[in-house]
């Protein structure tokens, strides 16, 4: 479940915040970071659920996970054959070192993960 809540935090973050060139990722153990030019918004996992400074909650409940954003709106997430799929329309895949997504509205994104720091262009 950790993997899982790691892997869609990048997906997460951009549900709350515009996905754009120069938005930075880190993570550190179950803290990640998210630095964009709105400023930066924390997630701190605790026992399997994701707290956002931003108001957000993400949690996994069986195969799916849910992202609730400071409103109350949920979009749940569930992979198949590598892709993570939103019930929003976006969609998230990993290949190698990069994570290629595509928001809500159709924007596309791509990010590269150094580690603990991802950066998006």
Known sequence: MKILLKSLLIAAAFSSVSAH???TIYHDGDT?????????TTYQNLGG????????????SGDRTFSQDKDGHTTSYYESSGIVFGSDGSRKQTIGN????TDASG???????????????
């Open 21 to 23: 060139a120069g938005t």
């Open 32 to 40: 990640t970071y998210v630095d964009s030019d709105e400023g930066r």
């Open 49 to 60: 659920t994701v707290f956002g400074s931003d108001g957000s909650i993400t949690y996994q």
């Open 98 to 101: 990069y994570t290629y997504i």
């Open 107 to 121: 924007k596309k994104q791509i990010c590269y993960d150094e580690g603990p720091r991802t950066i998006c262009m």
